[in-house]
């Protein structure tokens, strides 16, 4: 038995590091990190469905940019950015930020082309101008293949860690952003407790494939 992917808990962790630099932990910065949702199902080949039509995803996105403009923040991060790079520019248009993007998981593809055609997720960092925003590379936490931002080849969930390093006080503050995938732990104690209750009737024979598979 393999346990399904039951649900996705999407958190952006951001992580601003004070590199020994007393004068920089007077600053005042207003951080905000946003999940922008793909609003893909991931299921296909060639096309991944989408919950939405176009028209209510840009109405949804120029929502999405309307509440950041109020909120104003010197740095933002954001994950299931799709598809880059043109969601990072927009955002960045919208409120006057600079940017540095990672791609996380893409499919098959070079550059603008490849499968699925509607597919290509990342996280992104901005920061306002004048903050010297570079970017400081990115890790792979988990999932296979090739994924960078102009060439993927993979077909599994890939997760990434980003940073992106800008200038405060005339030191360097280095800025990650995460976006973490969580299920339920894949152990035999788990598989143990999902029988137990099926077979109580605290769970439906529904509730209990959704959850495992054979």
């Known amino acids: 038995m393999r346990m399904r992917r039951v649900g996705a808990i999407l958190i952006s962790v951001l992580l601003v590091l004070f590199f020994m630099v007393p004068s920089v932990s007077a600053e005042e910065l207003k951080v905000v990190t946003l999940n922008i ?47 880059l790079p043109r969601n990072a520019k927009f955002i960045a248009k919208g409120l006057g930020m600079e940017y540095v993007y990672h791609v996380a998981m893409g499919g098959i593809r070079i550059g603008n082309f490849g499968i699925p055609v509607n597919y290509r997720e990342g996280d992104v960092i901005f920061a ?36 992106g390093i800008v200038e405060i006080g005339g030191k360097d503050v280095y800025v990650f952003n995460a976006h973490i995938h969580a299920s339920v732990a894949n152990q035999p104690w788990v598989y143990e407790k999902l029988e137990e209750m099926y077979e109580s009737g605290e769970m439906t024979e529904e509730e209990y494939l959704f959850e495992v598979e054979v």
């Open 128 to 163: 306002r101008p004048g903050m010297n925003l570079r970017d400081g590379g990115k890790m792979k936490l988990s999932g296979g293949g090739i994924i960078g931002n102009c060439v993927t080849i993979h077909t599994t969930e890939s997760r990434q860690v980003i940073c």
């Open 37 to 83: 949702w793909s609003g893909l199902d991931y299921e296909g080949v060639w096309k991944f469905g989408e919950y939405e039509s176009d028209d209510v995803r840009e109405a949804r996105y120029e929502k999405q940019l309307e509440i950041l403009r109020n909120l104003d923040p010197d740095i933002l991060t954001t994950n299931e950015n799709t598809k």
